[in-house]
């Protein structure tokens, strides 16, 4: 079973240069990588190894996290992993370790623990359950954590990738409903575990205000039966509401809000309606999900959760 490794990497020739060190030991004949370049201001083809095994991508524009969508296409491997530029640690021994659980044939993706390189706790949690008690607990998931996570080949061919209009936030949530509305799994493993470096560059103050806003309106109209993802909507759109309040933004949530509205038809028009089994297994994921005040106490201290 071939491996590709897909590095999204954007304004950071620092952290792409560590990232290729890192994974120079892993065996060619294991795993290719491929390197997508999010049209950096500065080109970074003196940074990717002319080694036979290598391949640099560079997109025309800046795609933001749907840039990875060309690598992903690209790869020629039976399992896919994708990373950031700045997630490091990735081994021999964890590409092992997914050949193995991908052995069961339903599991599409498999999320990595990922662990804060500063603090030395687990972050960049997406998953419909505390991260204090399940953090080391696989798990279904109905979320995928884009740059530290692997898929099977074969489940993004049939369901497709990324949507590319979302640029940025909900781009996982909405490929974790789109297969497991086809019948298949996506799951969470401790037993692969990075390490998130963290990089503020090329991450504008504004982003998570504007796009987590706007997006939540596209991922409801392509995936959620209409009560659901109402209230989800209600609750998502109410949160973000306070936090660009409270932090500043007030008007990138306005502006959200009106292209979300402008962009709605494009959504549904790609809209799949969730299967009986789907909404079922939704229902199940998230039966450990904390509740809205929970939440709402956690975040409201907490300013400008990164994505």
Known sequence: ??????????????????????????????????????????????????????????????????????GMAAARGEIVVTLDDDVYGLTERHLETLMALMKEEDIAAINFKVIDERSGRICDWCHPCPQEVYGDTRLATND???????????ALEEVGLYPDYFFISHEGPDLAFRLINAGWRVVYSPEIVVTHGYEQRARTSWRRYYFDTRNQLWFVLRNLS??????????????????????GYLRYWVKAVVD?????????????????????????????????????????????VRI
């Open 260 to 304: 979300a509205v402008r962009g709605a038809p494009r959504a549904y028009r790609d809209r799949i309606p969730p299967t009986e089994r789907a909404r079922s297994q939704w229902r199940e994921i998230e039966k450990n999900k904390p509740g809205f005040w929970h939440m709402a106490i956690k975040r409201i201290f907490s300013r400008e």
């Open 1 to 70: 079973m071939n491996v590709s490794i897909v590095v999204l990497t954007f304004n950071r020739r620092e952290r792409l240069a560590r990232q290729m060190r890192s994974l120079s030991g892993i065996s060619a004949d294991l795993a290719e990588i491929i390197v997508v370049d999010n049209c950096s201001d500065e080109r970074v083809d003196d940074l990717v190894p002319a080694d036979g095994r290598t391949t640099l991508i560079r997109n025309e524009v800046n795609e933001g996290a749907v840039g990875r969508n060309r």
């Open 144 to 154: 995928i954590s884009e740059g530290a996570v692997a898929f099977r080949k074969k």
């Open 226 to 247: 209409f009560w659901y993802g109402l209230k989800r909507l209600i609750v998502g759109w109410g949160g973000m509401l306070v936090y660009a309040t409270r932090d």
